[in-house]
């Protein structure tokens, strides 16, 4: 069982369509990530949030959105997405600090149409 | 920057027969060195990480590494493979100093078959 748990599992959308990744944990860790991840690739940073603040934007469009509300959520808010943002969405966390042992959930493959 | 690299980008294996999967880093500034396990429909696992003393790290499920500096490897390796091992393996590094991103190398697929 993993300890990081995202919702939902899988989301197909439209590009005009607005939605929201989900990602939960309960291991007391501070800080928390969002990698987007294609088909046999490895994954790629786009957020992190350190201690309910954002401190790290990998360039990554306005069209993605993160949020933390408070130190064990952190949501991912999608709106008018491309098919090539076609990808599997992981959620990861650690206890900040030193070393980024992360603790990664199952993802969301996502699926724009 | 730092770069990782898997020149192996799937290893066929008979089940019970022992494996390498290798690893090479590049890095300017000391680092720390991870491999995680990613399994199909399934996030990424941590499998283990060499933080600093002894060069031969041991992981879950069997799996140990070597960090050799002077050659800039971190090889992963298991005596006896079973069916289940079969997966998607990352090795990773992260400076030590400064902010920590993850950077990780491309992926070996590991194909155990009986």
């Known amino acids: 069982d993993t300890e990081v748990t995202q919702t939902p599992k899988h989301l197909v959308m439209g590009m005009t369509n607005k939605k929201s990744l989900k990602c939960e944990q309960h291991?007391?860790?501070?800080?928390m990530y969002w990698y987007k991840q294609k088909a046999k690739k490895p994954p790629e940073l786009m957020f992190v949030?350190?201690?309910?603040?954002?401190?790290i934007n990998e360039s990554v469009p306005s069209r993605f959105s993160p949020e933390c509300p408070n130190s064990s959520l952190l949501n991912l808010h999608l709106h008018a997405l491309q098919p090539e943002d076609s990808a599997l969405y992981l959620c990861a966390s650690s206890q900040g600090g030193q070393p980024p042992a992360l603790h990664f959930g199952n993802g969301t493959r996502l699926t724009v149409t | 920057a730092q770069s990782v690299t898997q020149l192996d980008s799937q290893v066929p294996v008979f089940e019970e027969a022992p494996v390498e999967l290798r690893c090479n880093y590049s890095?300017?500034?000391?680092?720390?060195l991870f491999w995680y396990v990613q399994y199909p429909n399934q996030g990424l696992q941590l499998l283990l990480k060499?933080?600093?003393?002894?060069?031969l790290v041991k992981g879950i499920n069997g799996f140990e590494a070597e960090f050799n500096k002077s050659q800039t490897s971190f090889h992963l390796r298991k005596p006896s493979v079973h069916i289940s091992d079969t997966a998607e393996y990352f090795c990773?590094?992260?400076?030590?100093?400064?902010?920590?991103?993850?950077?990780f190398g491309t992926g070996t697929r590991l194909l155990v078959s009986p």
């Open positions: 890095s300017s500034v000391s680092v720390y």
């Open positions: 990773a590094v992260s400076r030590i100093i400064g902010f920590q991103k993850l950077v």
């Open positions: 291991m007391g860790h501070r800080a």
């Open positions: 949030y350190s201690y309910e603040k954002l401190s």
């Open positions: 060499y933080l600093s003393g002894s060069t």
